[in-house]
């Protein structure tokens, strides 16, 4: 993570597109894990554009993630405060390129694994119920038996994923809470566009 600077002035925020773009993707993410979680709990007639939407925001979600990369490529986010330890800094760094990873992976599987749906030729997917989202052409031409299996995989490879995420959300937010609670860090008024940081220590700054 590099640190952004203007003069002596150094940037303690997120930009205000990085702030929406972050919790954009976050409310689609924890609407989409509420809807597969649900789905085997509704009416058999809500089951199917359940699960449309899911798709349907999954592949948003993927968009959305990819314009946000390169967004930080523009605009470096801010550095972290030294006041951190630095397994505590590189940890930060590790959790946040896994998470963009799953987030783009669980979509990508997801993809893959509606592809190889057998009846993904009769049943085109719909985005948002706007528009026909293509299938990924080369996965609906394998064999019968090799697609089935492909989809087995696929599907089996996106409920592995979609754990790993979980657990890796839950130390994301663990350690955004352990460090705005317990070490008396404005973490979370990185990512809001509210509030106030005061101005940094120099022992916090690079």
């Not at 303690?12 to 954009?24: C, G, K, P, S």
């Not at 893959?112 to 030729?121: F, G, R, T, V």
């Not at 609906?140 to 409920?159: C, D, N, Q, S, Y």
């Not at 990185?190 to 509030?195: I, L, N, Q, Y």
Request: aromatic fraction near 12%; avoid cysteine.
């Amino acid at each position: 993570m590099t640190v952004a600077q203007d003069g002596p002035h150094v940037r303690l925020r997120y930009t205000r597109v990085a702030m929406i773009l972050h919790w954009i993707v976050a409310i689609m993410i924890a609407l989409n894990i509420v809807l597969i979680w649900i789905v085997e709990l509704i009416p058999e007639w809500l089951v199917r554009p359940t699960i449309d939407t899911h798709k349907s925001l999954g592949i948003t979600v993927m968009g959305l993630v990819l314009l946000h990369l390169l967004w930080r490529v523009a605009n470096p986010p801010p550095h972290l405060p030294l006041a951190y330890k630095s397994w505590e800094r590189r940890a930060a760094k590790t959790a946040h390129i896994t998470m963009y990873g799953l987030i783009l992976m669980l979509p990508l599987s997801g993809w893959l694994h509606d592809s190889s749906w057998k009846a993904a030729a009769q049943v085109p997917m719909k985005l948002f119920y706007l528009f026909e989202w293509p299938r990924i052409g080369f996965v609906m031409t394998l064999e019968p038996e090799t697609r089935e299996a492909f989809h087995k995989l696929t599907g089996r490879i996106h409920v592995w994923l979609s754990y790993a995420f979980y657990g890796l959300f839950v130390l994301h937010v663990s350690g955004a809470l352990k460090h705005q609670f317990w070490d008396r860090k404005p973490q979370l008024q990185r990512m809001v566009p509210w509030g106030k940081i005061d101005t940094p220590d120099r022992r916090d700054v690079a």
